[in-house]
């Protein structure tokens, strides 16, 4: 099946889009988000903690998945509240010139609404991406999209442990914390006029469907209740890891 234009044009501001999200989320998790909190003074338990603020949010992907049926407004969805979440990580890196005496226990809160507010666009966009992209299309498409954010991933990794060893060769920790979340910051900025100028094609699922179907049918699907336990399971493993 051919594809129009505006897919087309779609499916490649989507790659463009996700490189920039990558920027944002790789200098935002991982050893990144690691060494801030512990620059922050975190003990073991809010490290403990600040991991599974990602996981713990992810429940708000139900309310989520209720806006993107009951207002069909995808774009908005994705667009403002993910651009939302990426920007409090300015928010967050700052929390050390407020002074005091609690920066984890602050951070903590503005990471949980960034998180918060990520979730709230999750299933919007993978409902967004599952119209947009042919289905005959969908493995092709997202390996090799895949293949170029985990390059961005490797290399952006690389270049902000760079930025990191130069400010603490300079002992200025701090300092290259703050570029980081610049950096990050207009990485967000560039995905979120990416979702602007990337076409809202029309949706295939029933705007209102009865709360039954939205809310049961998944638990009645034998091989989703599968995957269900199968993904708890892994979660609970490596959590413990």
Not at 17 to 37: D, I, R
Not at 50 to 59: C, E, F, G, K, T
Not at 175 to 183: F, L, R, S
Not at 220 to 226: M, V
């Amino acid at each position: 099946m051919g594809m129009t234009s505006p897919i087309r044009r779609g499916l490649r501001i989507a790659v463009v889009e996700g490189a920039w999200a990558t920027v944002h989320s790789t200098l935002t998790t991982g050893a990144f988000l690691t060494g801030f909190a512990l620059f922050l003074g975190s003990n073991d338990i809010q490290l403990a903690v600040i991991s599974a603020v990602p996981l713990l949010a992810q429940v708000f992907q139900i309310p989520g998945a209720w806006l993107a049926v009951r207002f069909n407004r995808r774009k908005r969805q994705v667009a403002w509240f993910s651009v939302f979440g990426r920007i409090l990580w300015l928010v967050a890196v700052l929390i050390p010139l407020i002074g005091g005496d609690r920066w984890v226990e602050r951070f903590l809160v503005v990471y949980a609404v960034s998180s918060v507010a990520m979730n709230l666009s999750a299933p919007a966009w993978m409902e967004w991406m599952s119209d947009l992209v042919p289905g005959e299309l969908r493995g092709r498409y997202f390996g090799r999209r895949n293949r170029v954010l985990a390059a961005v991933t490797m290399l952006v990794s690389l270049g902000g442990g760079r930025i990191l060893d130069a400010s603490n060769a300079r002992e200025h920790e701090y300092t290259g914390y703050v570029v980081i979340a610049v950096i990050a910051t207009a990485a967000a900025l560039a995905a979120f006029v990416c979702i602007l100028l990337q076409p809202d094609v029309p949706g295939r699922h029933p705007r209102k469907p009865r709360r039954s179907v939205s809310w049961l049918a998944p638990l009645r699907h034998l091989r989703y209740g599968q995957v269900l336990a199968f993904y708890m399971y892994w979660l609970f493993a490596v959590g413990l890891a």
